[in-house]
Every structure is written in structure tokens, then in C-alpha cells.
């Protein structure tokens, strides 16, 4: 019977990360909340399939209405939306945006387009996570709602469509009470949205807190809804996953350094192991030396033709492991140095004879795989190859490539 894989989520808590974990399809539940806020800082990852949740403070939600009812088209329409409100998210930062449907009408669709401020120095685990999303997407929520919690010591707000997130926004009020200030700032960001033609009336308002003296009377009086105090629910993993996928430029850098390393290693294992292979190969030129020798003086032993040329082709056998510039490992040297540095573009397979090159990767950039292509076709030390590089295909995680070298040989060539 197969081990069932754990489950793993960071979420942002009221002072620090949260750790919540789950078997299978069961519920997740509390493994651990820290008062760490640098997701770099964490310790003590559980093992298993990691997404991590962004705080709301991380990206800027922008809902808009689009005259469409056509998915293929919402990433273009929110992204000139969004020039016209001046986001411009680095396109050298990876996937930082992302479109999700709230409502859907006749030729009328309602959006939430969000953009992810580029994670900083801390900003992410030392685990590498699988997947990410939003944490004001995680949480169960009916209705028309309007819910508010702390992440990291300030209130923040998420406003609700029939349980589907319409607007998240991060404030400036630390206060231990959901007070005036705060009602008011809400109460500012529903005219702004108003004004954009985004008209959200929530019918109640849920505060999520663990303390059991809050007085929720502020937000009553000001935004003049019914308000209800209970602690956060147990997050879900939100459906479907969102396609935001930041560029981990210092992890990009330790898998380089990695791969170097491992080059390294490989490179001095497959010289010692030439080394021993040259050492065999002295002594058979010694013996093949001192045969002609004898072959002249000693006519009467005959030797069998046929094992002599035997021993012969046993010789030659061992000329693609004796000349470096067959090994494989020296050939994968010559095409990790066509990778652009710092490009995120990496090898998943990597197939490699004297004869016959097939590589299997990966890129967030169409442009690295271009440039990675350019590369290995005007590259010296493998010019003896023919490549085969075709375009690339598109994925959730950016673009994947498939490419063949091969030596031409006599009944290849024309």
C-alpha cells in the first residue's frame, strides 16, 4: 500500500507563519504558528507537497468588469487594465499576476486581476514551495460578506461574491480593536470600488480573531451591517490554484551552484576513472609493443588469427572512452555553459552519447530557451553535432523544450 503524501500550507498568521498540514483529503489542522514574519526564517518544514499562501499586504487586488464572456481573452483585458492604472509587474520576476472569475453574465464577467509585488530578501522559505496562492483566498466564506483578520499585526479585509474573494486590501491600523479608523478606511476603499463601477454591498461583516474581548461596535455604527466575531476557520487549499509563480533568484543561483558541483564531482570521478583506464591502456600498448617483437622472432608459435583481431577490436573499443572528448561528461560541461546565466532555464533530462544528444528542460522565459537554442548551435566544441530545436511548448510552469543533437554519420549524410 502507497504512502499517502502530506500536505502542507503557510499561511500568515495574527504575529507569524503558520504551519498547517493534512493526510490526503482529510481537513488541514495547526502544526505550528510562529511569530516568525520572514518566510526565509522558518525551520522545520514538514516534509510534502508545500504551498505557500501570500499575505494580503504581498499584491495589489484590482476587480474590473469586462464586456466578455470569453476566458482566453481575461489576461490581455486585465493587463491593459492595469497600464492604464500604471501595474506594470517585472516580467524578469516570473508569473506575478493572475485572473480569477468572480461572477459571470451575458457578455458581462466580473474579475478579480491581482499583482504580486516581486518577493524581496526573506520574503520566501528556505523549502521551496510546489505552488502558491492567495491566503484571503484559503478561507471558507458564504454570501456576500465582508471578513476581516490580522496578518502580521495589522487588520487586513477581504470583500466576497457568493463565497468568491471580489477585493482584499491590506491596512494601516495595528490596533488590538477593529476601531473607527479601520471602519472608516473600509468604508473609503467601497467608495472607491464604487466609483469604478464595482458596487459591493456586503450583508455582514466577520471578524476572525483568537481574542474573546473584541468590540465590533465601530465597524457596526460606521458601516451600518451586522457584525460577528469568531475565530479563523482551518484554511482550504484554494480551487483551482492560482498561476503565480515569483523567480527565486538566489535559489536559481544555489541550483547553479549546485549543478557546477555536481559537474565538478562527475568531471573528477570520470578522470580518476581515465586515469585507471589509461593506466590499463599503457599495458595493453606494452603488450602490443612487445608482440610485434616476438611475432618476428617467434614464427612457430602461430598465434590464432582470429583472436588477434579480436584483441584488436577490443582495442578499438576503447577509443570512445579513452579520448575526453567523448565523455559525456565533458560534453555536458560544453552545454551547461550554453545556459544563460541567471535565466532560470534548467535541464530536467539529459540523454548524452559520443554519438547522440538528447536534452529534456525548462524555462520561465521564452526568451532563455531562444537564447539556450542560438547557443548550443554556434558553440565550437559542438559543432559536430546536428541540432534538432524546436519551439518550445507552453505549461503552468513557463516553457518546456525538447532538443536532439546527433553526429551525422555516413548513411545520414547526404
Given at each position: 500500500m502507497s504512502k499517502t503524501t502530506e500536505n502542507v500550507l503557510l499561511v500568515p498568521g495574527e504575529t507569524g507563519?503558520?504551519?498547517?498540514?493534512?493526510?490526503?483529503?482529510?481537513?488541514f489542522t495547526l502544526a505550528n504558528a510562529t511569530g516568525i514574519p520572514r518566510a526565509g526564517d522558518l525551520t522545520a518544514i514538514p516534509n510534502g507537497d508545500l504551498t505557500l499562501l501570500f499575505p494580503v499586504r504581498a499584491l495589489t487586488a484590482v476587480p474590473m468588469r469586462?464586456?466578455?464572456?470569453?476566458?482566453?481573452?481575461?489576461?490581455?483585458?486585465?493587463?491593459?487594465?492595469a497600464e492604464r492604472l500604471g501595474l506594470r509587474p517585472d516580467p524578469m520576476a516570473g508569473q506575478l499576476t493572475d485572473v480569477f472569475v468572480v461572477a459571470r453574465a451575458e457578455e458581462n464577467t466580473a474579475l478579480l486581476s491581482v499583482f504580486l509585488r516581486p518577493p524581496g530578501d526573506g520574503d520566501m522559505p528556505p523549502k521551496g514551495p510546489k505552488a502558491f496562492?492567495?491566503?484571503?483566498?484559503?478561507?471558507?466564506?458564504?454570501?456576500?460578506?465582508?471578513?476581516?483578520?490580522?496578518e502580521f499585526g495589522r487588520w487586513v479585509f477581504g470583500l466576497y461574491h457568493q463565497g468568491k474573494l471580489v477585493y482584499c486590501q491590506a491596512t494601516s491600523v495595528d490596533a488590538s480593536q477593529p476601531d473607527a479608523s479601520l471602519a472608516r478606511e473600509i468604508k473609503l476603499s467601497l467608495i472607491q470600488l464604487a466609483m469604478q463601477g464595482m458596487e459591493i454591498e456586503p450583508s455582514r461583516a466577520v471578524v476572525w480573531s483568537s481574542a474573546t474581548d473584541l468590540n465590533p461596535a465601530a465597524l457596526r455604527d460606521i458601516l451600518r451591517i451586522q457584525v460577528e466575531v469568531t475565530p479563523r476557520p482551518a484554511p482550504l487549499t484554494p480551487s483551482p490554484l492560482s498561476k503565480l509563480l515569483p523567480a527565486d533568484v538566489r535559489a536559481a543561483r544555489r541550483a547553479a551552484q549546485q549543478r557546477r558541483n555536481l559537474i565538478t564531482g562527475i568531471a573528477a570521478a570520470v578522470i580518476a576513472y581515465l586515469g585507471i583506464i589509461g593506466w590499463f591502456g599503457y599495458g595493453l600498448w606494452k603488450d602490443v609493443s612487445e608482440t610485434k617483437k616476438l611475432l618476428a622472432a617467434a614464427e612457430e608459435a602461430a598465434p590464432d588469427a582470429e583472436e588477434?583481431?579480436?584483441?584488436?577490436?577490443?582495442?578499438?573499443e576503447l577509443a570512445p572512452a579513452i579520448d575526453l572528448k567523448n565523455s559525456p561528461v565533458d560534453i555536458l560541461n560544453r552545454i551547461a555553459t550554453c545556459i544563460p546565466p541567471n535565466s532560470g532555464l534548467r535541464?530536467?533530462?539529459?540523454?548524452?552519447s559520443a554519438?547522440?544528444?538528447?536534452?529534456?528542460?525548462?524555462?520561465?522565459?521564452?526568451?532563455a530557451v531562444n537564447t539556450f537554442s542560438l547557443r548550443l548551435t554556434k558553440h565550437n566544441?559542438?559543432?559536430?553535432?546536428?541540432?534538432?530545436?524546436?519551439?518550445?511548448?507552453?505549461?503552468?510552469?513557463?516553457?518546456?523544450f525538447v532538443f536532439t543533437g546527433e553526429v551525422p554519420t555516413a548513411e545520414t549524410q547526404p
Open positions: 507563519w503558520e504551519i498547517w498540514t493534512r493526510q490526503g483529503d482529510g481537513p469586462v464586456t466578455s464572456d470569453d476566458d482566453a481573452l481575461f489576461p490581455d483585458l486585465a493587463a491593459l487594465h496562492d492567495l491566503s484571503a483566498r484559503a478561507f471558507p466564506v458564504t454570501g456576500d460578506t465582508l471578513t476581516l483578520w490580522k588477434y583481431n579480436l584483441h584488436l577490436a577490443k582495442w578499438d535541464l530536467k533530462e539529459a540523454d548524452i554519438s547522440e544528444i538528447k536534452l529534456r528542460g525548462e524555462a520561465q522565459q521564452l526568451q566544441e559542438l559543432a559536430n553535432f546536428t541540432w534538432q530545436t524546436p519551439e518550445p511548448s507552453q505549461s503552468t510552469r513557463g516553457w518546456e
